[in-house]
Nanobody, 124 residues
Framework: QVQLVESGGGLVQPGGSLRLSCVAS????????IGWFRQAPGKEREGVSC????????YYEDSVKGRFTISRDYAKNAMSLEMNSLNTEDTAVYYC?????????????????WGQGTQVTVSS
């Protein structure tokens, strides 16, 4: 059974940090492009950060550049998203996703596999 399971969400104060993790089972992420997406209340799901598998090229949405870092853990068949300097606009449900090609895409429609989502709330 193909599955992606996120963890690490929670409540954090503005300026704080969180690390999201996503573990894959039923398939190997090695040859998959992977990404993190988020959906805030009343808004469409948007791409936050993606990484290819062939050359490790990355994408970051403009508002998270310099604050978020995407990475892979090949040994654990997992991915993570390190989030620093969080602000209230980062509040959303965060989803990890996998795309069965080596090249990343920032479009959610290009990803076949999705996690269930983890809530991140930034509030004082």
């Amino acid at each position: 059974q193909v599955q992606l399971v996120e963890s690490g969400g929670g409540l954090v104060q503005p300026g704080g940090s969180l690390r999201l993790s996503c573990v894959a089972s039923g398939f190997t992420l090695d040859y998959y492009a992977i990404g993190w997406f988020r959906q805030a209340p009343g808004k469409e799901r948007e791409g936050v950060s993606c990484i290819g598998s062939s050359d490790g090229t990355t994408y970051y949405e403009d508002s998270v550049k310099g604050r978020f870092t995407i990475s892979r853990d090949y040994a654990k068949n997992a991915m993570s998203l390190e989030m620093n300097s969080l602000n209230t606009e980062d509040t959303a449900v965060y989803y990890c996703a996998g795309r069965s090609t080596p090249i990343y895409s920032s479009s959610l429609y290009e990803y076949e596999y999705w996690g269930q989502g983890t809530q991140v709330t930034v509030s004082s």
